[in-house]
């Protein structure tokens, strides 16, 4: 990896966000809320923060830390951030400005740059010159070091932002994009030991959502979860949440309820309709007085075709009679691209360790085309309200 030389050693940090830009009234809730997951994501890391500000749709850190690297991969892992640079502030004063680049630009000259752009945004309109005049005045010290401006194909860019002080940087890292974790509301994801449900996870934390997890496990008891993969798996994602609720329930009280009822072709999808009616319940039951803590969907990691179970026609008979909306942000991806996000977020060969999911003790021989009808019938052979209330009363909850 090649190094990163901060330009200070303060380590100040500037932070553009990403489309919390477009939120107009709300811009100052969906900013805080990012302010404060930086702040948490520090705590996380170990990193200690200085101090953290807004200002003018900017947010400034200053680490103490002597180590770039750790910062760049901490916020690398906030979601709402399009990207953030190490920057020099220098006062309000256009010959500080030039003295600083000055540097810069000799600097350039001995690593042999020929070529170089600048980039100035002045958002404080109060400072004397316009963008254009001070890229225009860099350009002739540039010139008297016999550096080219050159627009279009620049080796390097400096970026001047101008606020109350100005910053001087000219490297920038790329956030994840997407939204603050915390500002859209929450959601509970079913989640198995595979690839794609931690995976949806993830990708509802990128549109702002909070997750709770269900998992259902086939141990006999719901303490053997207990440091196992599920666990690891929501810990790596707290990384990116901070804190994650998890309620397990043993697999086995549906499976004695159902056992020898019901067709086999309509086992998975079956036993699918009970996960999402059992979240369903969870999110009415566990709905808090706090609006914002309500669980307001479901997700799982369902990818249409993947596997038999995942049908236009299963997809829908799984669904049957599931009021709260289920999400399903995977639906349309090809699995590499499951695969590469994973391997993004660092579950991917967690994924792949061996586990005995629910779902490979159910039927083989699966219905490809589950019709709603054949659906109905087949779930009268069951209590399904029974089974329900009997698994809630075996309900393990922990927070990680
Ligand atoms: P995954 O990789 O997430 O396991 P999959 O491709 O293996 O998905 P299925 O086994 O059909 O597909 O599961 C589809 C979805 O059902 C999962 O993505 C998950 O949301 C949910 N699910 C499956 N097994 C469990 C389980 N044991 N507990 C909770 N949810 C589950
Ligand atoms: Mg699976």
């Known amino acids: 990896m090649k190094k990163i030389n901060p330009p200070s050693s303060e380590m100040k940090v ?3 966000h990403a489309e919390i830009g477009l939120k107009g009234g709300h811009f100052s809730f969906f900013e805080r809320r990012l302010v404060e997951n930086i702040k ?24 103490e830390s002597k180590n770039p690297e750790e910062v760049t991969s901490l916020l690398k892992k906030v979601f709402g951030i399009k990207y953030f640079s190490f920057v020099k502030e220098i006062n309000l004063n256009q010959d500080e400005l030039e003295d600083y680049v000055k540097g810069i630009l000799k600097q350039l000259k001995k690593e042999k740059i020929k070529k170089i752009a600048f980039k100035t945004k002045r958002a404080n309109k109060k ?6 005049e001070i890229n225009s005045n860099l350009g002739s010290i540039a010139n008297s070091l016999g550096i080219k401006v050159d627009y279009k194909n620049s080796e390097k860019k400096i970026f001047i932002e101008i606020t109350d002080k100005i910053y001087v940087y ?3 890292f790329e956030g994840l994009g997407g939204l603050p974790v915390g500002t859209s509301g929450k959601v509970l994801c079913l989640l198995s030991g595979g690839i794609d449900s931690i995976v949806a996870a993830w990708l509802m934390m990128k549109r702002g959502c909070e997750i709770d997890f269900l998992h259902f496990h086939t141990y006999k008891e719901n303490k053997d979860v207990l ?7 929501v810990e790596i994602l707290n990384d990116f949440q901070y804190s994650s609720k998890v309620y397990f329930i043993p697999y086995y009280i549906y499976f004695f309820e159902s056992q020898g009822r019901i067709d086999e072709r309509y086992d998975v999808v079956m036993f699918k ?3 999402l009616k059992l979240g ?17 969907g479901l997700v799982t990691g369902d990818n249409l075709a993947q596997v038999a179970s995942q049908t236009l026609e299963n997809i829908n008979a799984s669904s049957f009679k599931i009021n709260l909306p289920i999400f399903r942000p995977l639906l349309t991806y090809d699995k590499q691209e499951i695969i590469n996000l994973s391997e993004k977020i660092g579950t991917y060969l967690l994924s792949l360790k061996e586990y005995k999911d629910c779902c490979s003790l159910l039927g083989k021989r699966v219905s490809v085309k589950t019709e709603i009808d054949t659906f109905e019938k087949e779930l009268k052979k069951l209590d399904m309200e029974e089974i329900i209330n009997k698994s809630l009363k075996e309900i393990f909850e922990i927070n990680l």
């Open 14 to 16: 500037l932070v553009h």
């Open 40 to 63: 948490k994501s520090s705590f996380r890391a170990k990193i200690k923060l200085g101090g953290i500000q807004r200002k003018e749709k900017r947010i400034f850190c200053d680490f």
């Open 273 to 275: 309709n009970y996960m």
């Open 280 to 296: 369903e319940r969870i999110a009415l039951e566990k709905n808090s007085e706090q609006v914002h803590k309500r669980l307001r």
């Open 227 to 233: 440091g196992g993969k599920i666990i690891k798996l």
């Open 170 to 172: 000219t490297e920038r």
């Open 127 to 132: 400072f004397p010159k316009t963008s254009v």
